[in-house]
């Protein structure tokens, strides 16, 4: 691995330079909140990120999994004849993804290109993607990545990794898409004397800053054994089904497909969906399998935290904290991992 220093006030150049080949996206405040924008010119994004507020409302997932898509048009009046969308080739930077988002690929990339079921499309938007990560000096009250297998300055997945030093970034360059960009550009520095001790020091502090202590392992261990506790008659009890946790989380893959039809015309679309609706298993016949709150809490309990390390050898949450802060009823998915934990 590589490591460069930039000036922050080249950063923007950088970045700005980077338009002539790239769509580039990059956080941006949209009223209250952070939003990953498409930069248009530089100037028109806020690259002042580095010591928070920290992520952005809505995760990276729909940069690879859009909330709605459209895989085929028709008409049923030419019989035989259908329009797919063409997907597009140009490539693309997501500047400034905090680490948990970007370990929350990983989760992705085990069941969309998995070689049993590849995912074209998605496949395809990840290949033209790099990501620029940066580092979280000051994790928020709500972050519990340390717990999930990731951190504050987790690198896995990114092509750079940019730590905020103060007045300057220390850049880490960790696949060829990185190395590319800084390639391309000048403004770049070897690091200084020091530097890299610095860093050390902002990354053991921030690690210091998470106090959530969940033991992943330990959740697990008894979510083996427990699938009819008693536990889970009563710890869904105050969710409302809204299924904000679920379309948040840049880890919930969860989608359905269907028609849209108007007249002789429709569409065939794969939309998200949420295991906390109780549509989601509600069967033609009327039948449900998870016809309360507790069969659908205990379904994304289970398979966050048990079903998908069964299968893919790692949970399925990053601690990004984004269904702790902004779940309408304060059901802190930390509190419930936690009650677990002492059980
Ligand atoms: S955000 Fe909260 S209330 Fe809404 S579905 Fe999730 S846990 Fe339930
Ligand atoms: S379950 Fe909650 S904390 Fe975990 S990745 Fe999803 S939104 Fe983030």
Redesign the pocket.
């Known amino acids: 691995m590589k490591e460069k220093t930039i000036k922050k006030n080249e950063l923007a150049n950088f970045v700005a330079g980077l338009l002539s080949d790239y769509q580039v996206f990059a956080p941006a405040k949209e009223e209250e909140s952070l939003v990953l924008k498409e930069m248009q010119a530089e100037g028109d994004i806020d690259l002042d990120i580095g010591v928070g507020p920290v992520n952005t409302k809505k995760s990276i997932k729909e940069f690879f999994f859009p909330q709605k898509e459209r895989f085929f048009s028709y008409d049923l009046t030419k019989p035989g004849e259908m329009e797919e969308p063409v997907l597009s080739d140009k490539k693309r930077v997501i500047f400034g993804v905090r680490p948990c988002d970007v370990n929350s690929i990983s989760v992705f990339d085990a069941i969309f290109t998995s070689d049993q079921y590849p995912d074209p499309y998605y496949i395809k938007r990840r290949e033209r993607t790099t990501i620029v990560a940066i580092g979280c000096n000051k994790p928020e009250t709500t972050c519990f990545c340390v717990d999930t297998g990731g951190g504050p300055f987790s690198a896995d997945g990114s092509d750079l990794l940019l730590v905020d030093l103060g007045d300057e970034y220390l850049v880490q360059v960790l696949t060829e898409k990185g190395e590319t960009l800084v390639n391309g550009s000048s403004g770049f520095s070897e690091p200084k004397s020091g530097v890299l001790q610095k860093r050390d020091g902002i990354v053991e502090e921030a690690q210091k800053a998470i106090k959530s202590d969940i033991k992943i392992k330990k959740v697990k261990g008894w979510l083996d054994n427990n699938f009819d506790a008693p536990f889970w008659d009563t710890v869904h009890e105050?969710?409302?089904?809204?299924?904000?946790?679920?379309y948040l989380c840049p880890t919930c893959h969860c989608f359905d497909i269907l028609d849209e039809t108007k007249g002789e015309k429709g569409e065939r679309i794969r939309i998200w969906d949420s295991c906390?609706y109780p549509q989601f298993t509600l069967h033609a016949s009327g039948g449900n399998p998870r016809k309360s709150g507790k069969e659908r809490m205990r379904q994304r309990v289970m398979h966050k935290f048990k079903y998908f390390v069964d299968n893919n050898e790692m949970v399925a949450c990053t601690g990004c904290g984004r269904?702790v802060k902004?779940?309408?009823?304060n059901?802190d998915i930390r509190e419930v991992l936690k009650q677990i934990q002492v059980s």
Do not use: E, Q, S, W
């Not at 105050?238 to 679920?246: A, D, F, R």
């Not at 902004?326 to 009823?329: F, H, R, T």
């Open positions: 105050k969710c409302i089904g809204c299924g904000t946790c679920t906390m269904c902004y779940c309408p009823v059901l």
